[in-house]
């Protein structure tokens, strides 16, 4: 696809009627540091539990590393290579350390 480690194509995601991310791309290069800054519920986290799988894009291409994120069929070959860390502690309520 491209020389860049990281390549998001006109990415959307609604929750409901609320449309958070509007066709978001950027292309990161191999060992390039990029910083998402903006006020709180402008899509930062929702950008970033997408790119770690957390969350399903409703439209877009993602890749890393040349492979595509946004086909299921071949996303666990990056498993274990995007992550985050996440703001709150209790980001799963649901779930417990036990």
Sequence with gaps: MSKSAITLSR???SFGS???LKEISLDVSPGEVLVLI???????????RIMSGLETADGGEIWVNDVPL???KRSS??????????QQFNLFPHKTAW
Excluded: P, Y
């Excluded at 903006?38 to 970033?48: E, I, R």
């Excluded at 070959?77 to 996440?86: D, N, P, R």
């Design 18 to 20: 609320t449309q958070v």
């Design 38 to 48: 903006g006020a709180s519920g402008s899509g930062k986290s929702t950008v970033l």
């Design 77 to 86: 070959e990056i498993c274990g290579h995007v992550g985050m860390v996440f």
């Design 11 to 13: 990415i959307t995601k």
């Design 70 to 72: 946004h086909n299921r």
